[in-house]
């Protein structure tokens, strides 16, 4: 029985996906690559496995612990990719390092990262993203952003929300208190995991005047439309702080050009990773879900790692994210069309083969009963597949 029951079981953090599920997914994704397409991103696929040091490249290494690591024939550790980002920049630096600039590519993958499961978080998850590498400006952060809305909105979602920050200006009023880099560290920690509690006791224990607290105290709570960015000015002393506004207010006039503001809402103490991420960076969040559904930022030194100093920004979306949004909504999923059950009596084959190809031609989705049947039964398993509609030749 225990064999039995190991045999049937699948590793921890994996799932499988029947059929209806794999239809929902595989159409998101398709209409995914189709609109990164039409924006002018590449699609590329990298290797599911590469060289352990090459995912641990400079900031990376605090990562290691949730890789699925192995070993290869001469012994190099190995590991599955736990996101796409670092395997693209590893590409665009060796074999496209001569293509020319900006790249824009694209992705639809699978990656592997070891951590609790929950709804809409297992260790294998799907993202569809893109990167966009050769340009510091702020017009190609906009059009990252603009495209990652495009994205939602194509995958069925209406409801939801781009949370717009920029971690130059976190660490602009930190930088202008004099904190040390321990304490920063644990700020900058705290807010990555939105731990607000830990983030006030580190903020409570400074010797820093009751105003200099004040105003640490407030950027996680820094949220709010365009208005937000003039009232932060206030708290940007230096001029680290003050670009990192002025480089948002740009973004976010582009932003309005797409036609896309009414999606974007400013969060001045949206983080994410510190050591990655190096100007803006943005979250989608939508009701009935805790976590977010698509995420990215500018990361202009992740490139310089692999020899190749390149600005850089981009994002991923969730698939299983969104599927699990759109059921918890209760909106319709895109799937893969069923037109029609094609069944026959005795003897119909040859035309039930003729008619099958006929159809298919016409762009119909046709399955073609194997064997002959009654028309009672042939209605029966139209039914229980879910085709539309029943072709029976008597």
């Known amino acids: ?170 660490s602009g009023v930190m930088n202008q208190f004099h904190l040390s880099d321990e304490v920063k560290e644990k700020l900058q920690t705290a807010l990555e995991k939105h731990d607000l509690v830990s983030y006030r006791s580190v903020i409570e224990a400074l010797d820093l005047p009751d105003k200099a607290k004040k105003a640490l105290n407030q950027l996680p709570l820094l949220n709010g439309g365009e208005e937000l960015l003039k009232k932060s000015y206030a708290l940007a002393l230096n001029e680290q702080s003050r670009r990192a506004l002025d480089n948002l207010g740009e973004i976010y006039r582009l932003l309005k050009d797409y036609g896309v503001e009414k999606y974007v809402r400013f969060d001045l103490g949206i983080i994410r990773d510190f050591s990655y991420y190096t100007g803006m960076v943005f979250e989608a969040y939508t009701p009935e879900l805790g976590f977010p559904l698509a995420g990215g930022g500018r990361y202009d030194h992740l490139l310089s790692d692999f020899g190749n100093a390149c600005p850089a920004t981009g994002f991923a979306i969730g698939i299983e994210r969104i599927l699990l949004a759109l059921t918890r909504q209760s909106l319709e999923k895109p799937d893969q069309p069923k037109d029609v059950y094609l069944s026959y009596a005795p003897g119909r084959e040859h035309d039930a083969i003729a008619k099958a190809q006929e159809l298919r031609a016409e762009g119909k989705v046709v399955e073609l009963a194997l064997a002959a049947q009654e028309e009672d039964e042939a209605k029966a398993q139209q039914a229980a597949k879910g085709y539309d509609s029943l072709v029976y030749l008597a």
């Open 1 to 170: 029985m225990d064999k039995e029951r190991l045999t049937l079981e699948i590793p921890y953090g994996m799932r499988d996906f029947l059929p209806v599920e794999a239809a929902e997914k595989r159409a998101i994704e398709t209409s995914l690559a189709e609109l990164f397409a039409a924006w002018g991103y590449d699609e590329v696929v990298t290797p599911t496995i590469e060289y352990l040091d090459n995912l641990t490249l400079g900031t990376s290494h605090a990562l290691e612990p949730h890789l699925f690591k192995l070993f290869d024939k001469d012994n190099r550790t190995l590991a599955l990719r736990h996101e796409m980002t670092t395997p693209i920049a590893r590409l665009a630096a060796s074999r496209l390092r001569d293509y020319p600039q900006p790249l824009k590519l694209s992705y639809v993958s699978s990656v592997f990262r070891y951590e609790q499961t929950q709804a809409g978080r297992q260790c294998e998850f799907h993202q569809a993203g893109v990167e966009l590498m050769g340009s510091s400006t702020a017009f190609a952060d906009a059009e990252v952003i603009a495209l990652a809305i495009q994205g939602l909105l194509r995958a069925g979602l209406s409801d939801f929300t781009i949370c717009l920050g920029q971690v130059e200006f976190a």
